[in-house]
């Protein structure tokens, strides 16, 4: 008889597909960067996808230097907020908290999701920063009140790594935009790659074909063909958890890798569609225009970073846009 070779069905790379603890996405990594000090990492709202029209920047392109129509996504990043400063110190069980400094005077907005004491001292609070710090980050918040599109005023806080330069400059750095707003053009410049992370698009409880994309039962098969095969061995006496199974499925955090940034744009009339994005509306904040599409639906937040991974070009100059469609999307 022939060989029976039946490989799995889905990645387990992803395992265990239950529903994000946060909608807020997180990253576990910053890659090192050289150069001045920076902000590594920055927050926006998906308002919707369009195509344009660039020049192929892309050299081992067919279509290289070539005007070619690509899918775009547009992203809102209103200024976001630095409320404090942490710091930390490297142990042999990862980075520890030493030390963290707050603003002389939070905003309202902030006081809805972190709870500090008006008798608050920062100045105590700087003296406990000593010379054994290893990494800088700003714990900054979003404005969505900024943000017509987005129905909520409550901001979402998050730590943005500081990267660049030494540890003594990243203090100043960091120092200096305490309590200020930071635009995007600090995190990022049009041309650079970063990468992406959201909340995917949830879809409930599914079932293991939907879930795994296991295949359908012949249609021989008695009663059903939507049925599981089977669910493992007689021993061990329990279902093993590679078993495809049905369950949540969407409302994943996942990261794309290396999406490079287009356009960075203050004006947000240039790439408004008539009649406004589906189920967002107007762009009235600066906004940055992505090569492809991000995981999330609309109004989803989006965190962006560095990249992380090598193997991409590197542009001397911002890419060539020479249109982005502004077209109904309500099929108008």
Not at 129 to 138: A, F, K, S
Request: aromatic share 8%.
């Amino acid at each position: 008889m022939p060989k029976e070779h039946r490989p799995r069905h889905g990645s387990m790379g992803f395992s265990p597909r239950k529903r994000s603890d946060s909608p807020i996405p997180h990253f576990t990594s910053w890659p090192d960067v050289d150069g001045a000090p920076k902000v590594q990492g920055f927050a926006g709202y998906k308002a919707g996808m369009t195509h344009a029209v660039i020049v192929d920047y892309r050299p081992t392109s067919t279509t290289s230097g070539q005007e070619v129509h690509v899918p775009v996504t547009v992203v809102e990043v209103p200024p976001m907020k630095v409320g404090g400063i942490r710091f930390y110190r490297r142990t042999h069980d990862g980075l520890k908290s030493v030390a963290e400094v707050w603003a002389p005077k939070p905003d309202k907005e902030l006081r809805r999701v972190f709870p500090i004491s008006k008798a608050y001292d920062p100045e105590e609070a700087w003296k406990k920063v000593d010379g054994q710090v290893d990494d800088v980050r700003l714990i900054t918040y979003t404005q969505p009140a900024l943000v017509t599109g987005v129905p909520k005023t409550k901001p979402e806080l998050m730590e943005n790594r500081v990267g660049g330069g030494t540890v003594e400059e990243r203090i100043a750095y960091a120092k200096n935009l305490l309590g200020k707003e930071v635009p995007v053009t600090e995190f990022c410049r049009e041309g650079s790659m970063i990468d992406v992370a959201a909340i995917t698009k949830g879809k409930g409880w599914q079932g293991h074909h939907t879930r795994w994309g296991v295949r359908l039962l012949s249609h021989k098969n008695s009663k059903h063909r939507r049925n599981i095969g089977t669910l493992g061995n007689f021993n061990p006496g329990y279902v093993r958890p590679t078993v495809p199974q049905g369950g949540q499925f969407g409302y994943h955090q996942r990261t794309e890798y290396n999406k490079r940034v287009l356009k960075i744009g203050e004006k947000g009339d240039e790439i408004t569609p008539n009649g406004g994005f589906l189920h967002y509306g107007l762009v009235r904040n600066p906004y940055i225009l992505l090569h492809g599409s991000i995981p999330g639906p609309t109004k989803r937040l989006i965190r962006l970073r560095d990249a992380a991974r090598g193997g991409y070009v590197k542009l001397d100059k911002s890419p060539e846009i020479t249109y982005v469609s502004r077209e109904s999307k309500q099929g108008a």
